[in-house]
């Protein structure tokens, strides 16, 4: 596991999105982020995971501008995008899902994915293309779209969460815990929209606390502690690795199998 920036073509290639030595504190020189270097590789799933406190969401809120970092650089494409804000990440083709809940209650659920694709609010071809993206990801969706996004479930709201982000056609999506407290039929169903994200042009960035679920999808991980990477490799490394499972299991208090 110490040296896994040599694992083939998907690791060698430049990624889409990252961040290099970055320190980033909340409150005065208290660093949660303690010079963190991580990238999003084009075309793959990127999968974070930590125990909690790690620093896993403060990464996400860094990558799209809610945290601006004392030191580093936020690179996308190649460029570098410390201090651009978040709405313009938008239109860079970047989607965030945050971990909490950010969805309108009282507003049905079509109103909540209209909201979302505020930017094209004016190009009715789009909207309705971004609609049709939405309920094509989740049915249940379009079902309830009449419906107050509050009256459905947590899982649902997930669905709602994610169809919003997709329904902006990213190319990349930054998915903070997508399936916490969520029903395992309803985590299966968003896994399995996860996977299917490469295929259709999206790169992912998963934070997870699902260590299993999260190196079964994931074709790169991070495992992060105290604001920095303990260590990262694909996803074989990951099955190989007995020293890396064991530290796992330890915080989690989980086996990978
Ligand atoms: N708004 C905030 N103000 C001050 N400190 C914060 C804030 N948000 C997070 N922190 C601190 O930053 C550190 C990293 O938090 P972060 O939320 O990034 O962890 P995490 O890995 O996402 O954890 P979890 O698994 O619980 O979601 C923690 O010590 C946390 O207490
Ligand atoms: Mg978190």
């Known amino acids: 596991m110490t040296d896994t920036r040599n694992q083939g ?3 060698e290639a430049v990624p889409l999105m990252e961040l290099r030595e970055v320190f980033v504190a909340y409150h005065g020189d208290i660093t949660v982020l303690n010079g963190l270097s991580l990238g999003a590789r084009e075309g793959a799933i990127t999968g974070i995971i930590g125990p909690n406190g790690a620093g896993k969401s403060t990464v996400l809120k860094t990558l799209y501008g809610f945290l601006r970092p004392s030191k580093g650089d936020i690179m996308l494409r190649g460029e570098r995008v ?5 709405y313009d990440f938008i239109n860079r083709g970047v989607a965030y899902v945050p971990q909490n809940r950010s969805l309108f209650n009282e507003l049905s659920v ?7 694709c505020w930017v094209f609010r004016n190009d009715k071809r789009r909207m309705a293309e971004a609609l049709e993206i939405a309920y094509t990801h989740f049915p249940l969706l379009k079902e309830r779209r009449n419906e107050p996004a509050g009256s459905m479930s947590g899982g649902q709201q997930r669905f709602l969460e994610l169809g919003r982000s997709l329904a902006l056609k990213p190319s990349l999506i930054l998915l903070d815990e997508p399936t916490a407290m969520i029903a395992p039929r309803l985590s299966r169903e968003i896994y399995d929209v996860i ?9 992912v960035i998963l934070v997870d606390q699902n260590v299993r679920q999260c190196v079964a999808v994931s074709d790169y991980m991070y495992v992060l502690d105290l604001g920095r990477v303990r260590a990262e490799g694909s996803r074989a ?12 299991s330890e915080w989690l208090d989980y086996q990978i199998d």
């Not at 490394?237 to 796992?248: A, H, S, V």
């Open 9 to 11: 073509t998907a690791a």
């Open 82 to 86: 410390n201090g651009l804000p978040p």
């Open 110 to 116: 079509e109103d909540n994915l209209r909201l979302g």
């Open 195 to 203: 996977k299917t994200l490469p295929e259709a042009g999206i790169t």
């Open 237 to 248: 490394d990951f099955g190989d690795d007995t020293q890396l499972r064991d530290m796992i």
